[in-house]
């Protein structure tokens, strides 16, 4: 962008503009002849009262309606995962405390559970079960054998061989079913939590163990507990751990309700956590609630956020910035360019010639310094950006 900038000169300020902005002395003028003020509200310039002036052309920026508001990060529940005792017992262990990281499988604690117990005995139960089947199965076979055997050789009658038959068929069904009955109750105890090395040491040794695992159902952060040693629990009930996917998180932003009505899914966000200054993380709403919150009249949103380096904990305030619209260019002028009195806005423009002219403008948003003008100026006009205010007093005295 050019710009027009030979020199810096003092006058005095009036309320509602910045301070320091140019305004020419008599010394400054030098020998030639003052600026005049014409009855339209223009002016004409010397060439040192231009160089003393700031001039810039006017182009055009991205403007995007947005609003900041309040927010925190928040736990990402389709992420975390409450952890409830299926049986009711006693609190025997407890191996995960809040804040740590676990793995899926891990063991959070164990109870004493009459539910395991009475697996266990039906477990060893089937098991000798299928033992005294299957031996009845070969006993079964050698007997069939022999009696055919009798029978080929007119030995023993037909009668005899076919009862071996019907006999052997018997131990067969026998088996099957001892082999259904131990899957079903090795089904059960891997629900509790017991592992094939338990099965095959419980299979060997007939030790029975009282105590219930429970596991973690997914990696991540032990969020909440609430058992402690020797404490009784109930099957199902309320959760007793929070295991949190931290990779994963919300933000959750809480929108003013004049600003409620221009927020909705699919809108980006932009926001920043005091830990991490000058860091800013993006996102795009997935949610808005369908009523204002009844205490604080706010309108809560959120967005999901990856968090793959855990930067983002559980609670941090959050300042957030929501695009509600998207961007499209506009001409802009500087800030302090705007002479604002009360409701109408104005800036100088100047031309080739020297002549500098009011021009009205209808003014839109501010963003990162510049004006947006909706009406009354297009990019490439050459504006006063620092000494209009000598120029709004010279076409004062001239009225």
């Avoid at 899957?183 to 629900?191: G, M, S, T, W």
């Avoid at 309320?238 to 309700?257: G, I, K, Y």
Wanted: hydrophobic content about 40%.
């Amino acid at each position: 962008m050019a710009a027009y900038s030979y020199g810096l000169f003092r006058s005095p300020t009036s309320e509602g503009h910045a301070a320091g902005i140019a305004a020419p002395s008599a010394q400054a003028v030098g020998p030639q002849a003052p600026a005049t003020a014409a009855g339209d509200g223009s002016v004409r310039l010397t060439e040192n009262e231009l160089r003393s002036l700031t001039i810039e052309p006017v182009a055009s920026r991205p403007f995007r309606p947005r609003f900041v508001t309040e927010g925190k990060i928040a736990t990402n529940e389709d992420r975390a995962s409450p952890v409830f005792s299926p049986y009711a017992g006693k609190v025997v262990r407890i191996m995960a405390r809040p804040g740590d990281l676990v793995t899926e499988g891990q063991v959070l604690f164990t109870i004493e559970a009459t539910d395991m117990v009475s697996a266990q005995n039906d477990y060893v139960a089937a098991v000798s079960a299928l033992e005294k089947a299957r031996t009845a199965l070969r006993l079964a076979e050698i007997n069939e054998r022999r009696q055919r055997d009798l029978y080929n050789g007119r030995a023993a009658p037909l009668r005899d061989f076919e009862q071996a038959q019907a006999d052997h068929k018997g131990a067969q069904a026998d088996e099957r079913a001892a082999v259904a009955a131990l899957r079903a109750v090795e089904n059960r105890l891997r629900i509790l939590g017991k592992t094939e090395g338990d099965l095959t040491q419980l299979r060997e040794r007939g030790t029975i163990n009282s105590e219930t695992p429970i596991v973690a159902p997914i990696s991540g952060l032990i969020a909440q507990r609430r058992i402690g040693p020797g404490q009784f629990v109930q099957g199902g009930g309320e959760p007793l751990f929070l295991v949190d996917d931290t990779s994963h998180v919300w933000v959750q932003a809480f929108v003013r309700e004049g600003d409620s009505h221009s927020v909705d899914i699919g809108d980006e966000i932009e926001f920043q956590v005091m830990s991490r200054p000058g860091q800013t993380f993006t996102g795009t709403i997935s949610h808005v609630a369908s009523v204002l919150d009844a205490a604080t009249h706010r309108l809560a949103v959120r967005a999901n956020i990856p968090n793959p380096r855990g930067i983002l904990k559980r609670e941090m305030f959050a300042t957030v910035t929501v695009f509600t619209e998207k961007a499209s260019d506009w001409p802009a002028v500087p800030r302090r360019a705007v002479i604002r009195q009360g409701e109408l806005s104005h800036v100088w423009t100047v031309s080739e010639s020297g002549q500098a002219t009011i021009r009205r403008i209808r003014t839109g948003l501010v963003q990162d310094g510049f004006v947006q003008v909706l009406e009354g100026i297009a990019p490439g006009e050459r504006i006063v950006v620092q000494g209009s205010l000598f120029l709004d007093q010279m076409a004062s005295e001239a009225r």
